[in-house]
C-alpha cells in the first residue's frame, strides 16, 4: 500500500507554472483551434471544435461543443474513445450549427485517452463521411479548484481603491492569476503567481472608466504538463464621479477633419442599463437615427454622413439623459468634403509678352461651383478681379496690362471657397504696353540749351510710332507726328526761342490702333549760364585806407547785380549795384575794420536769378589812434631822458648817434623779415609792437648817457 500511494502520488504531483513576461490572455480564451483529421475527409462537411481545448484536462461529465457545417442537413454521429464506440453517440443523429456532445468520464480510464468522432451521411449511391481526431486527459482523481468571492458583491458599486476579497480552495500551493478588465490585463494582475489561500485583489478605479465593466478572473495551473484554466466572470459598476451617466470620445480626435460617412465612436458609461441619446450638429437634429436612441453602456459607432452638413467647422452635442438624469457632452469637427481648390493658369505662357488689355486663361477646380477670384501683379490685386465669384472650370479673365510699366511682372491667380479654403498658381509674363516710351539722360529740373538732343527708348509690339513734343501745351514746330522706329531713338529742338528757367515738356507717342502714351518732364531752360566772378586787384595781400578792388565778371548778359559782403556780412554801400560786365572796380574804407584778416565776397546775380561769387583773404593795415598816441608818448619819454641830462650840463651827441644806430637796426630787422612796404609795416606796427619796441629805445636813451658819465669820471 505504501508503494501504491508513492506511485500515485508521483503521477499526481502538481508542477509549478514557469511564470512568463508576455502572456497573450487572447490566446487563451481563443475558441478557434485546427483539427487533426483521421481517416475520413469530407469536402461537403467541415467541423470546428469550440470547446474543450484538444490536449486539454477533463473529468466527471463534460460537453465536446462542434460547429457543425454541412450539405445535408442531418448527419449521423458516432463517439470513438479509444476505438471502443460510446455508447450515447452509435450514428445519433445531429444536425448542423453548435452542437454538444455530452460525455461521462467517469466509467473511462485514466490518462490520455483518443477520442475520435465520425459524421456520416448514408445515401443510396453514395456515403458521405469526416472525422476529427481528438485527445483529453481524463483525470477523474485531480484536486479540488474553487474560488468564492467574499467581498464585494457581484454587481455592486466600485470607487477609488477597491479590494475584491477571494476564498481560494485548491489542493496546489501557487497558482498564475490574471485579472481582466473588459478583456485587457490589468497591468498589477497579469500572470501574477499568487498563493492558493484567502487573496485580495486591489484595484484602482480610478484608472478605470466609468460605468459598468466586465471582470474575468485567470487561473492557470499544470497537472502532467497539461495546463488547466479557470474562468470567473463578474461585474461591477464604476463610479468615481458620482455621475450616473458619462459620455468618452475614443475617435475621431475632438477638433479634427472628417469627411464622407465616418463613425463618431463613443464610450458610455453609466448606472443604467440602457440610456437615451440625442445628436445635434449646429443644434439641430440632422440624424434622425440618433434621435432619442437608447443605447446600453458600453462602446458605440454613431455612423455620420457629413454630406448632409455644411464645410468648415462643425458643433456636435452630444446629449444623453434617463428620466431625470441628463448631461451634455460638446465635441467641434471640420467637414472637409471638397478640399481646396485648385487654379491652373493655361495661358499665356512663361515669360510671354502680355499687351494691353489680354486675357489669362485658367482652369478652376473646386467641389463648390463657383470660388472667389482674385487677380494680382506684382502682389497687388487688379481692380477687374478682386475677391470676384466666378465659375468653376476653364474660363477667359481680361485684365489692362497698360496700368502696368513694361518688363516682367509675376501675375497670381487667387482662388478662394465658401468655406475659407485656397489655392493659388503665380506665372511670370513680359508686359509691353501698346505704345510705351521712356526718356533717356535727362530727368526733371535738368537744364537744357542750345539745340537739345534727347534720347527716347520706345517699347512697342509695333514697328514704328509717331511723337509729337509741346513745351507749355505749344506744340514744337518741328517735333509734330514725327516717327521713330521702335527701340532706341534721339529727337531735338531749339531751345533759344523760350525763355530761361522753368518749362512742362509733354511728349505723346500715338501707335497704331489709336493707341497713345504720354510723358512729362519739368526741364531748365539755361542759355546764359550762370556768371563767373575773379578777384583782378588788389594784388597785395595786406591793403591800408580806401583801397581800390577789381573783380572781373564774365556772363552771357550785358549787366548783372553786384553785392560785396566782408566777413558775410553785407556792404550797405556797396549792395544791389547794377555793373557791366567785365572789369568792375569799387573800393573799400578798410578803416572801418579791424586791423585783422577780413574775408571779401563778391556775389554777382544774373537777371534769371544765377550767381556766380568769388572771395578772397586781405589784412586790413590801418592805423588806429591808440597807436598813434603810443608812439607818441615812447617819443617824448625817449627823447625826455637826454634832453633833462642835456639842461643840466651833460652830453647828447651819443644819445643822438645812438638813437641813429637803434632806428637803423630796428629797419634792418624789418627788412630782413620781408617789410618792405608802408601797409605791410603798418599790419606789424600794433600795440604790443610799439611798446616793444618803445620800451627798447627809451631803455637805450636812458643807458647811453650813464655809460659816458661812467667812463669821464674814470678818465
Known amino acids: 500500500m505504501l508503494l501504491l500511494t508513492i506511485i500515485l502520488a508521483g503521477v499526481f504531483q502538481i508542477q509549478p507554472l514557469a511564470m512568463t513576461t508576455s502572456f497573450d490572455y487572447r490566446a487563451k480564451l481563443d475558441t478557434s483551434h485546427s483539427m487533426m483529421p483521421a481517416g475520413f475527409d469530407s469536402q461537403n462537411i467541415s467541423l470546428s471544435l469550440i470547446s474543450p481545448t484538444n490536449r486539454s484536462g477533463v473529468s466527471g461529465e463534460f460537453n465536446i461543443t462542434l460547429d457543425i457545417t454541412s450539405d445535408f442537413g442531418t448527419l449521423n454521429t458516432t463517439l470513438f474513445i479509444d476505438n471502443s464506440i460510446y455508447s450515447a453517440y452509435n450514428k445519433t443523429p445531429l444536425s448542423v450549427g453548435n452542437q454538444d456532445l455530452t460525455v461521462n468520464t467517469t466509467g473511462l480510464a485514466e490518462g490520455n485517452l483518443n477520442f475520435t468522432i465520425l459524421f456520416e451521411y448514408e445515401n443510396m449511391t453514395w456515403d458521405e463521411k469526416e472525422t476529427i481526431y481528438l485527445v483529453y486527459f481524463v483525470d477523474n482523481s485531480l484536486p479540488n479548484f474553487e474560488v468564492d468571492l467574499l467581498t464585494p458583491a457581484n454587481e455592486s458599486t466600485l470607487v477609488d481603491t477597491a479590494n475584491l476579497d477571494l476564498n481560494i480552495t485548491s489542493d496546489f500551493d501557487f497558482v498564475n492569476f490574471t485579472l481582466l478588465v473588459d478583456g485587457v490585463a490589468y497591468p498589477s494582475y497579469n500572470v501574477t503567481s499568487i498563493v492558493a489561500e484567502s487573496q485580495t ?100 459607432d454613431l455612423t455620420l454622413d457629413t454630406l448632409l452638413l455644411d464645410e468648415g467647422l462643425n458643433n456636435f452635442t452630444v446629449l444623453l439623459w434617463y428620466n431625470s438624469e441628463t448631461i451634455s457632452y460638446y465635441y467641434e469637427f471640420v467637414v472637409n468634403n471638397y478640399g481646396a481648390p485648385t487654379v491652373v493658369i493655361l495661358s499665356p505662357a512663361l515669360d510671354a509678352t502680355f499687351t494691353g488689355v489680354q486675357a489669362l486663361e485658367l482652369n478652376i477646380t473646386s467641389g463648390y461651383g463657383t470660388a472667389n477670384l482674385t487677380i494680382s501683379v506684382d502682389g497687388i490685386a487688379t481692380s477687374e478681379y478682386n475677391n ?227 572771395e578772397d583773404v586781405f589784412g586790413f593795415a590801418n592805423i588806429k589812434v591808440e597807436e598813434v598816441v603810443s608812439i607818441a608818448v615812447v617819443l617824448v619819454i625817449g627823447f625826455a631822458i637826454p634832453l633833462r641830462r642835456w639842461r643840466g650840463g651833460g652830453k647828447i651827441r651819443a644819445v643822438f648817434i645812438a ?57
Do not use: C
Not at 443644434?283 to 462602446?299: A, H, K, R, S
Not at 529742338?493 to 497713345?516: C, K, L, M, P, R
Not at 620781408?674 to 620800451?695: D, E, T
Open 659 to 715: 638813437d641813429l644806430l637803434f632806428i637803423g637796426v630796428v629797419a634792418g630787422l624789418f627788412l630782413v623779415l620781408g617789410i618792405n612796404s608802408v601797409a605791410f609795416a603798418l599790419w606789424h606796427i600794433n600795440f604790443a609792437s610799439i611798446w616793444a619796441i618803445g620800451a627798447a629805445f627809451i631803455f637805450t636813451n636812458w643807458l647811453v648817457p650813464m655809460a659816458i658819465e661812467s667812463e669821464e669820471m674814470e678818465g
Open 201 to 300: 485583489i486591489d484595484v484602482d478605479t480610478m484608472t478605470l472608466r466609468e460605468g459598468w465593466l466586465n471582470f474575468t478572473l485567470v487561473f492557470e495551473y499544470a497537472v502532467v504538463n497539461v495546463q488547466e484554466t479557470h474562468l470567473y466572470h463578474l461585474e461591477f459598476l464604476v463610479d468615481n464621479d458620482g455621475q450616473p451617466i458619462s459620455l468618452t470620445l475614443i475617435s475621431p480626435t475632438n477638433q479634427s477633419q472628417v469627411s464622407g460617412v465616418f463613425n463618431l465612436t463613443v464610450e458610455i458609461a453609466s448606472d443604467y442599463a440602457a440610456v437615451n441619446l440625442t445628436l445635434f450638429v449646429d443644434d439641430v437634429i440632422e440624424y434622425n437615427q440618433y434621435n432619442e436612441t437608447l443605447f446600453p453602456y458600453g462602446v458605440h
Open 388 to 614: 470676384k465669384a466666378v465659375s468653376a472650370g476653364v474660363g477667359f479673365y481680361n485684365i489692362n496690362g497698360s496700368r502696368y510699366e513694361n518688363g516682367l511682372h509675376v501675375v497670381t491667380a487667387h482662388v478662394k471657397t465658401a468655406e475659407g479654403l485656397e489655392g493659388s498658381a503665380s506665372r511670370q509674363l513680359y508686359f509691353l504696353d501698346h505704345v510705351r516710351f521712356y526718356v533717356r539722360g535727362v530727368t526733371n529740373y535738368d537744364e537744357i540749351s542750345g539745340n537739345q538732343s534727347i534720347d527716347l527708348r520706345i517699347d512697342t509690339p509695333y514697328d514704328n510710332v509717331t511723337i509729337s513734343v509741346y513745351v507749355d501745351d505749344v506744340l514744337v514746330p518741328n517735333l509734330n507726328n514725327v516717327t521713330v522706329p521702335a527701340g532706341d531713338s534721339r529727337i531735338s529742338f531749339d531751345t533759344t526761342g523760350y525763355n530761361e528757367g522753368e518749362h512742362n515738356v509733354t511728349f505723346w507717342a500715338y501707335s497704331t490702333g489709336g493707341y497713345s502714351w504720354e510723358y512729362r518732364l519739368i526741364l531748365v531752360v539755361d542759355n546764359h549760364g550762370a556768371p563767373t566772378v575773379t578777384f583782378e586787384g588788389p594784388s597785395t595781400d595786406v591793403v591800408v585806407g580806401v583801397t581800390t578792388f577789381t573783380v572781373e565778371v564774365v556772363s552771357t548778359w550785358e549787366t548783372v547785380n553786384l553785392t560785396v559782403f566782408i566777413d558775410d556780412v553785407e556792404v550797405s554801400a556797396l549792395a544791389g549795384l547794377i555793373v557791366d560786365v567785365g572789369e568792375v572796380n569799387f573800393e573799400i574804407d578798410t578803416n572801418a575794420y579791424s586791423k585783422w584778416e577780413h574775408t571779401v565776397r563778391v556775389l554777382v546775380t544774373t537777371e534769371e536769378g544765377l550767381t556766380g561769387e568769388a
